[in-house]
């Protein structure tokens, strides 16, 4: 088991939702070389290189990848490297990832004499220090290989693993089981290997995926599903590993044909969308203030979306007590809200209004005014990139609107789903991801969607996740999209009788 697929996930949920900069020394150590495939398709590659020196052992894990989206090529990278003792106890790890957005990010963590992670991270010449409690029981790269050779490859065999992950900061927790050996296609070698199946719980979400190793229990081919198409990594030679890319359009492979066209969203009160899951899928779709969610009797999901009106009265800064929104006004970090350019912009955009409800959609037209240049050549950047390039699309709008919000004493989070768009690329009347946000005013989270004010959020909006806009949030929305059509969509005008359509 490779934990870059962790990474990989992580990479392709933030920014589909070139070559690489990275340079390592491959004649120090043992290195593996994979083809990293979506749908079929090369996308990119991996490179993994452990050496030891002494007492400690070094695994570098790198991903190098082109994802498209629209007519835009976003070449995105990470690299990872843990540092282990022979006996595979963690010391430390080094993280550095460019999402495609405005900047790249850094991150080393040493743990301490008293067990504790300390962290430094740095993100647009900015340093910042933490320190976190190391899960109980997690291994790293070499702690992770000696625990797979402990267990062996008998077949029927099972154990547990638990992964930290410095891309998550957080531990991921791993079910395996020892199928059968049987021969195995690696681009024309075929190869006697093992299946390995893996369950992975990451942020809430389930991933499934099956390797095929060698005898020494290196991964030949790994094999996830994801977004409805079939994410692989294939060992190879160098030269095919580094040979030039398919550029996969991860947004057009992505859209959802509507029954229907939407019309008159603005004044429409509410829509139910029914949702037809494939075979074998299961929808973990949430309830929200401005939608609700039921599951019928054959299976398919019913979606109802109703915004939530805006409330008056709500005067600024929140002053309740509720920690789950006290959490909402907090600095994260990809929402800034602490950042000097952040709060800068803030007062800008409110200016001497203190009614709530009145900052919350000053901020929403301030961002929409704000972010000139619209486009899809941004892979993922945080609030305080967004800030300085005023550049991007849905995720840099929804991104920087819950970031002022938070800096102007609004509970803010980042919303990610679908949207109903009358024409992309050339496709009429689709749904395609989408990032907004949500402001909690008057005891309601109310939608807010910068990248269409003023019109905003309205009830062609489906939500599939919420959070602080890291991109591991994007990870719900993994076996949600692509396993799914809309069957049906009922609309109910404003203070009228709801009329079915098909």
Known sequence: MRSFLITLCLVLLATGCGAGQIQIDTDS???????????????????????????????????????????????????????????????????????????????????????????????????????????AGAVMAEGLRLLELGKGLTEGATYQARIFSPALLDVVDASVRIGPTTNVDLFGRVLPLTEVSVSMQMQGTTFTSVSYVDSELKAQKTIMPMMGMNLELVACDKAFALSENDVVDFLEKLLIPSPVALKDLSSTESITYQLAPAAGKHLSIPSTDNQTVQITQDGKVLVTVRPAPMPSGDKLPYRGNDPRILEALKPAQYLQSDNNQIISLARQAVG?????????????????????????????????EVALSGQGDCTEHAV?????????????????????????????????????????????????????????????????AVGNGDPADFFAMANILGYFKIEEITFEPAASAAVGMK
């Open 29 to 135: 150590g043992d290195v593996e070389y994979y083809a990293v495939l979506m749908g079929g398709q090369k996308i990119g590659h991996a490179t993994h290189v452990r050496s030891t020196d002494s007492d400690i052992v070094t695994t570098t894990e790198i991903l190098d990848m082109v994802i498209g989206r629209g007519a835009v090529s976003i070449p995105v990278s990470t690299t990872e490297t843990n540092i282990e003792t022979a006996d595979g106890k963690p010391i430390g790890f080094e993280y550095a990832e460019d999402l495609g957005g405005l900047g790249g990010k850094k991150m080393t963590g040493r743990l301490n004499e008293q067990g504790r992670l300390e962290i430094t991270t740095l993100d647009l010449g900015i340093e910042q220090k933490a320190v976190i409690d190391w899960p």
């Open 400 to 464: 920087l609107t819950a970031a002022l919000c938070r800096a102007a004493g609004v509970p803010a989070r980042v919303v990610s789903g679908i949207v109903y768009i009358e024409d992309f690329a050339g496709r009429k009347d689709v749904f395609g991801g989408h990032a907004w946000t949500e402001a909690y005013i008057g005891g309601k989270w109310i939608g807010l969607d910068a990248t269409r004010a003023p019109a905003g959020f309205d009830p062609g909006h489906i939500t599939m």
């Open 352 to 384: 001497d209004t203190k009614d709530t409800a009145e900052a919350a959609r000053k901020i929403e037209n301030f961002v929409n005014e704000y972010i000139t240049e619209k486009n899809l050549s941004v892979g993922y950047a945080s609030a305080a």
